[in-house]
């Protein structure tokens, strides 16, 4: 059974280039350890059609849907709203975050801005946030978290243990040994063609004035996966004008 | 008048979190600085159906779409292929981009693979490649370019002097001085609704265990942008126990 996830980045800041966003490789990643596909990312900005409209689309369409930024104290932190919105229900100061707040501010402290971090939308699960107290929250599929890396980090690792994971994604990787794509590339199609369980994907980089070219292999069968790599190296050496197994 | 784009990010290996994009936060700065707002990003696997989707959506709505990824040799490049059938065009090898590769390529050189880089949809403008001569393309607002970043950022420098540029975003930022975020929350809040024409956004980060605030005023017109930033800094000074500006 594949388990699947949708990404949505929520902030005026990433789309400016002001601030570069530092979640979505950390989360794919993460996400991919655990054996769920992240399988769509989207950057949307504060704008609350924009994000309820997301929101409703990615939620339908992916068993999980991750949100980003957007949970803080100020007039342009709009997602617990907008989460609200798209599943149409109340939102309002959560006595349960009230408490989790009050762990880090007095009374006095506990400013109009700063309640403003308690209101969660009806009938979600708080996500726990050691390092600022101010929680994330989870409703239906939807899992809602801070946009300052740490702190998503700390909620990713709080909401992780209730997540459903997938069969985990295996993955193989192969050097082309300075092969470059393109003579390889007709012959890797065809391996390709022949395990369809398997998927095998080319990636160039550019350094010191060449290509590094990777193959990679990803199955969830360890077995379609071996007999790729073999297939795969087969197909390399082949090419190799020394002969010279890669 | 204002000048919108969005990027659609393509490729299965940004979604595992085997690559960490680097072109995102790039592009955006970069638009941002010719006065384009970049107003959407989604990243996508190499899914034909996911990739023409995204590309019909995301043309229709914004003034320029710009893709990365997927223009390579190997049977996992098939972008240009989704922007032909996004358009409704036939595809085919273009004479123009084959002159490009033979700079580059021998004609015993140009494998199969590397012809796949000729592959232009019907009606398409190139965009140069200085580094590996294969090209990107431009059909309608749609402009196409490499995934790997080095390659991407030239190909952005030539097609950049084609584009419409808007009225540039001005922009402004004041520290908090130490000031956390629940304490001005509120009155920045009042200050953000008196200030339509300007966009003002208070971003934490948290560093050496503690936050550190911004706050990021942007507006396309001086003399609004100069009068928030004076209201923002009076709010915060008003704010501070020393009463000292900010």
């Known amino acids: 059974m594949s388990v ?4 949505l980045v929520i902030g005026d800041e990433i789309l400016s280039g002001r601030t570069k966003d530092k979640n979505i490789g950390y989360i794919a990643e993460y996400l991919t350890g655990m054996g769920i596909d992240l399988s769509e990312v989207r950057v949307v900005p504060d ?4 994000i309820i409209d997301a929101i409703n689309t990615l939620r339908a369409e992916y068993t999980y849907l ?3 930024g957007g949970i803080g104290p100020t007039h342009d932190d709009i997602t617990a709203d907008c989460v609200a919105a798209a599943f149409g229900v109340s939102i309002d100061e959560d006595e349960r975050a009230l408490a989790k707040l009050r762990e880090r501010y007095t009374e006095e402290e506990l400013t109009p801005g700063r309640r403003r971090m308690a209101r969660i939308p009806a009938g979600a699960d708080l996500v726990e946030n050691p390092i600022s107290k101010a929680p994330g929250f989870r409703i239906g599929n939807v899992i809602t978290m801070a946009g300052v890396p740490s ?6 690792d709080n909401v992780a243990p209730t997540l459903e994971g997938g069969v985990k994604m295996l993955s193989a990787s192969l050097s082309t040994g300075g092969l470059p794509e393109g003579v390889y590339a007709a012959a890797l ?3 390709a063609k022949a395990h369809p369980g398997v998927s095998i994907g080319s990636y160039p980089s550019f350094r010191d004035g ?7 292999l990803r199955s969830r069968d360890a077995g379609l996966l071996e007999a790729a790599k073999v297939a795969v190296a087969a197909c390399l050496a082949a090419l190799r004008p020394d002969g ?3």
């Open 210 to 216: 060449g290509f590094q070219n990777e193959i990679v």
């Open 244 to 246: 010279a197994s890669i």
């Open 4 to 7: 699947s996830a949708a990404l």
């Open 66 to 68: 991750f949100t980003t």
């Open 189 to 191: 199609g065809e391996v």
């Open 151 to 156: 702190i998503m980090q700390a909620m990713l």
């Open 47 to 50: 704008v609350p059609a924009k």
